[in-house]
């Protein structure tokens, strides 16, 4: 009796081990599908490869940000660089401007030491050195309006009299005013710091001042004739130079000369008329805006 409970209570440990072995057996093959589903979709994902040409596309857009990645260029350095490039050649414009002019004989002579001009004129650059060091070459004319009239026949002046030529022939004053052209040819060192442009420069110039006087024809002063300067004067510059727009410039500019003499010449005559005080200063000031032509 005692052996046939220790026989039963085994079968039941057994069976019931039996059927637990195969509920852990089942559960371990739903694991396996589940990898297995995993698995093949993860084939699939693999096999899908885009075609070729995609991939190449890609490869060059991607080189292509790299490179400006690395490079780090902004605005400032890529103007830097058109800059540079533009330094290659030369870079030429127009100028014009208004200006005021103080010469020390005219004061002598009619106590107004300013005079009011305009003056046009055209220019060339290139860039030296450094991009930002330039020099300049231009050419202006200025149109000086009168500050004083002297005539003779309407009124006594200063330069009333006769006035004899270095051969000894008389002449008679006869009218004079500070009227003229004036021309100048310059050469401006300039430094380009942002917007601002300060030069100095080198310049000539050459004053056309006209007076008439009687002269003689025939031994009998009766001719009226022209007397006209005809001198190249020296000078300086200095000026500073603002851009408003890439095209367009602001200039302020002072000018200094000395003058010796003020020889007066026409084809038969010539003389100097200021003899006691043969250096004057001239000085002018003036402003301008300038504009490039070229891109």
Known sequence: MFLRKIILLFSVIFITFAFA????TDTIYVYEKVIVYDTIYREKSINLK???????????????????NDQKIDDLELEE?????RTKSFQYGIQAGIGLKKVSWAETL????????QDLGIWVSKSIIDPKFSLMLSANIYYWNSSF?????KEETYLDGFYFSKDDQPLLFQRFNNKHLEY???LKAIYEWKNLRPFVGFLTNKNSYKMQFLVPENNVLNKLDDFKSNQINFGFSLGLQYRIFDRFLIDVEYQHYKIKDLSLKNSSFDFDIFKTN???AERK?????SYFISK
Do not use: H, Y
């Open 21 to 24: 072995q195969r509920k852990k």
């Open 50 to 68: 885009p075609a070729d040409p995609m991939f190449s596309s890609l490869k060059i857009q991607e080189r292509e940000m790299k490179a400006i």
């Open 81 to 85: 660089k058109i800059k540079k490039l």
């Open 110 to 117: 009619s106590g107004k030491d300013q005079q009011f001009g």
């Open 149 to 153: 009239d002297l005539d003779a026949n």
């Open 184 to 186: 100048v040819l310059e």
């Open 278 to 280: 043969n250096t004057f």
């Open 285 to 289: 000031i003036s402003l301008g805006i």
